[in-house]
């Protein structure tokens, strides 16, 4: 059964930085697509950023772009999202996620972490 743990969030004022981690227990890394997602109240799962796990291809939505960055530690299978000079609509839930092919659709998605909680405050 796959896992996935996320660790970080909280609360930050606009402008500055936090990183997101999320670790799988999975044999090997490079056979996935790892995802973030984030979700407000009343709204769907939005996509945030993807990375390969074969190539280190990295894609970003557009509102995050140049802001947001990516990075994995093959040996940890972990994936990090660092987000800096963050902006008040950022806030909302993060999830990570996991599948086998290259998509931003989180219907597609079958392994989620549990979500953790970023608030950026103005």
């Known amino acids: 059964q796959v896992q996935l743990v996320e660790t970080g969030g909280g609360l930050v004022q606009a402008g500055g930085s936090l990183r997101l981690s999320c670790a799988a227990s999975?044999?090997?890394?490079?056979?996935?697509?790892m995802a973030w997602f984030r979700q407000t109240p009343g709204k769907e799962r939005e996509f945030v950023a993807a990375?390969?796990?074969?190539?280190?291809?990295?894609e970003y939505a557009v509102s995050v772009k140049g802001r947001f960055s990516l990075s994995t530690d093959t040996a940890k299978n972990t994936v990090d999202v660092l987000m800096n000079n963050v902006k008040p609509e950022d806030t909302a839930v993060y999830y990570c996620a996991l599948e086998s092919i290259w998509t931003q659709d989180p219907h597609l998605f079958d392994y989620w972490g549990q979500g953790t909680q970023v608030t950026v405050s103005s």
């Open positions: 999975v044999r090997s890394f490079a056979n996935y697509v």
């Open positions: 990375l390969s796990g074969s190539t280190r291809v990295t």
